[in-house]
DNA sequence: CGGCAGCCACAACCAGACGTTGTGTGGGTA
DNA sequence: TACCCACACAACGTCTGGTTGTGGCTGCCG
């Protein structure tokens, strides 16, 4: 199936008659009449119904029509995703079940009409910093234990999302029922989180949290995925994990897990949006303001929260957008 | 851009060289390389990062890829549409807002797995039977005011659809907080259905509806579209239309239209499902099997309900679908 | 350190696809 | 009956897109 035929369809269902089409499409009727020949051979089927004052679909075209018109409307996006100059908003996240994917998502939720791609690039701060700079993406959700000082020139980097934690048990764990829990309390709990990999941002953080508050974080063990974690955890009465307040899981109801919030304090992970000053992507103005217009921001006062030691030399807490808020 | 392309495209992300993807295409790796290139070429954008050991995606690569894929499934969907042998169930309905393609809709969630195709013929029951004896449609729901012994041999005509009606009004209309209204008592009141056509079904059916209860159906008046219909309907304390139970409308909540169930006797509108008896297409079968399992016949009593004259010698009431209930 | 293996790009060549011009056919119309 | 209109068919030239053959680059290993 060739996708000039399928438009050159298109224009002829719209047309009525070949004729016309073939002017549209700038064409000889007679290149209309072949491409049409063509498709209807490659599809074994009548697409039209020739008579001597134009050209009827057939049911069959009819019934194709809407196919064709997706598969142009799909191919005008595929196009649109990278063409240089007048691509979609590609927003890289760390993971797709992360709250930046969320925030995402209901960002896309709010503003249909923008084109958007997350993508996940899979690198650390530094290589996203640089894909941003080297404009690959437009902008990068990222945890960014980096004074701004030694951050490109181009590059601005604003604390957007707080993301607060919940611990994750099954129904028998001592803590199933609790309104919330204190880090202080976890120290006596085992907390497993496989696949924590050494040397990751998120390793780094949960590494930190365990020291601040003594906690015992189990990072090894094979990782079957997150089904078979939830799973081992529902049936346990004593392992427990930690998961964002906004992480999506594949989450069977029939686990019965417990979000049970980690307060005083609550530990946040403290995300920035990253992006270059000087794109001039109209989205990512659309994007920027409603982060703002969100409350993705904690509201726990500062004194009930905790923050790893980069979180708070990063970026001021709250800065105003319009001064890019690089310290 | 071209679908070969981006086949191509896909195969060579996948196997992450462009040697193992021309085997599996069957062309020559210079050719993988070639349509690349003009992909990339066609896009304007670099597709992979080329190295002695493989080919691996580039950040704009990694965007593309799922838009390529997307692509490519649309296109056997199209393909699937139209390709004799192997289509999509293909039903016909009379029209997209009425309880047919509601029912449809219903169907196509239970089995999301089942391709399907909606279309709509604009065609009299007659042009619709010819249309499935032809097999242009698989099936075909209508309402059949035609005995069977006057159908085409290989045609099975089965009642599956009971539609009632609610009065549409608008708040300030003296029915507007009725439970229910009788046809009787709708005769002192004016109902408007613009653009009914006279010699439709739904004319007739209207119009000998209108001739048993003695009630005013206005079927006048320039056709602005339901949009109009409403808000006129929704501002008057007199006018009021006919709905069938299932008929969805664009329908602001605005509005404040108020839906009252028309009873005591109910007017029933019966639709049937057309076949033909030797189509093999399995997903006939499984439509047919959900329409007897969903409640989409009356469960009014017999002695409460009104049928057109014709209601009743289609075929017999609740036939066995086994026997297919051509009487 | 040099040869080798693996992978991709470039060049030359050829077949077939695709568009153009020119012409034929059929049905409705003046 | 002659004409008009719309599409199909035929012939021809161009150019796309495939193949084979070859070269360059890089990493590995003897």
Redesign the interface.
């Known amino acids: 199936?060739?996708?000039d035929a399928?438009r050159t369809f298109v224009a002829a269902a719209d047309a009525g008659q070949f004729q016309d089409a073939a002017a549209a499409l700038s064409i000889t009727q007679q290149a209309v009449s072949k491409r049409i020949a063509a498709l209807e051979k490659d599809?074994?089927?009548r697409?039209f119904n020739r008579t001597p004052r134009g050209a009827q679909l057939?049911?069959?075209g009819?019934?194709?029509l809407p196919?064709?018109r997706?598969?142009i409307r799909?191919?005008a996006?595929?196009?649109a995703?990278?063409?240089?100059g007048r691509r979609a908003l590609?927003v890289d996240v760390h993971s797709r079940r992360t709250a930046p994917a969320v925030v995402l998502h209901d960002f896309h939720r709010a503003y249909p009409r923008i084109d958007l791609?997350v993508?996940t690039?899979d690198a650390d701060v530094h290589a996203a910093i640089a894909?941003v700079e080297a404009g690959?993406?437009d902008a990068s959700f990222h945890a960014v234990p980096v004074r701004a000082r030694h951050l490109p020139a181009a590059i601005r980097v604003v604390r957007v999302i707080d993301e607060h934690h919940d611990l994750l048990v099954g129904p028998r764990h001592p803590l199933a029922n609790a309104r919330a829990v204190t880090p202080a309390q976890l120290a006596a709990h085992r907390i497993w989180m496989p696949g924590m990999a050494p040397g990751t941002e998120w390793a780094d953080y949960y590494d930190e949290l365990a020291a601040a508050f003594g906690l015992t974080i189990d990072v090894v063990g094979p990782v079957f995925g997150n089904e078979a974690l939830l799973a081992e955890i529902a049936d346990s009465a004593h392992l427990a994990t930690l998961a964002g307040e906004r992480t999506r899981y594949l989450w069977p109801d029939s686990y019965d897990l417990r979000r049970v919030p980690v307060r005083d304090p609550a530990p946040i992970y403290p995300m920035s949006l990253i992006w270059r000053d000087d794109n001039p992507h109209p989205a990512l103005v659309a994007l920027r303001e409603h982060l703002d217009s969100r409350h993705t921001r904690t509201r726990i006062p500062d004194a009930e929260v905790w923050l790893p030691r980069w979180g708070n030399t990063t970026v001021p807490p709250r800065p105003p957008m319009e001064r890019g808020g690089t310290t």
């Open positions: 199936m060739d996708l399928v599809l074994e089927v697409l057939t049911i069959d009819q019934t194709f196919h064709a997706e598969l799909v191919a996006r595929a196009d995703s990278v063409r240089p590609r791609d993508v690039l894909a690959a993406v």
